[in-house]
């Protein structure tokens, strides 16, 4: 499969505790993005990267949430005390400059 | 602020009709616009997109257009099957790239 892979799918845990997301773009995308999804909700943006430079974040991009594309290949997310409105799918998608961004399948993460 | 908005929140279809997804956007700056379909648990997957510079564009099965003047987009899909039953979403972006989504609407196929 040459598509965008995310990695967990699920994750449930606890308030407080921190959590890291990986995903895995399309062979040769230069771009890489991390949006959130709400039940019922379109996706919101939350960053993106061109290759490893981050370009832009989200007001939603609080300073619990950190991401990282070390090596303009895979990212990372990572949310830090997790709070239970942290709830949500978090996707990812990548494109080339300029063209149709294609996404993941989403890890979803639940904050008991 | 300006948003992309859907203009019904479900629409239920005959399989075997055409169906024809609107959506609204505001935001003039826009130039490129994405329709996305959504199954449930699963990540939003490309269906097609269109460009300003265009107003009509096809695919298989399914047809955008692109009113500037009155900032409306629409998809449209021909004998539409149950395997369309999903939630669909329009999306727009600038120069900045990333993408505004509207909230989403649920088209249900009748068998």
């Known amino acids: 499969d040459t598509g965008v892979s995310q990695d967990p799918r699920h994750k449930i845990t606890k308030r407080g505790q921190n959590v890291t997301f990986r995903c895995d773009p399309i062979?040769?995308?230069?771009?890489l993005y991390w949006y959130r999804q709400t039940l019922g909700q379109g996706p919101e943006f939350l960053t993106y990267f061109q290759n490893e430079a981050q370009l832009e974040k989200s007001r939603l991009l609080s300073d619990r949430f950190s991401a990282e594309r070390p090596k303009g290949s895979f990212s990372t997310l990572e949310i830090q005390r997790t709070e239970q409105g942290d709830s949500a799918m978090y996707l990812c998608?990548?494109?080339?400059?300029?063209?149709?961004?294609?996404f993941g399948p989403g890890t979803r993460l639940l904050v008991l | 602020g300006e948003s992309v908005g859907l203009h019904l929140p479900t629409l239920s279809v005959q399989e075997g009709d055409n169906s024809i997804i609107n959506c609204a956007y505001s935001?003039?700056?826009?130039?490129?616009f994405i329709w996305y379909k959504q199954e449930s648990g699963k990540g939003p997957q490309f269906i097609i997109d269109?460009?300003?510079?265009?107003d009509k564009r096809q695919g298989q099965r399914v047809t955008v257009l692109l009113n500037k003047t009155v900032k409306h987009l629409s998809l449209q899909i021909a004998a539409t099957q149950p395997g369309d039953s999903a939630v669909y979403f329009c999306a727009e972006t600038g120069a900045n790239s990333k993408l505004t989504f509207g909230k989403g609407i649920t088209l249900s196929v009748r068998p």
């Open positions: 269109i460009r300003s510079n265009m």
């Open positions: 935001n003039s700056a826009s130039d490129y």
């Open positions: 062979s040769e995308h230069n771009r």
């Open positions: 998608a990548s494109s080339l400059t300029d063209t149709s961004q294609y």
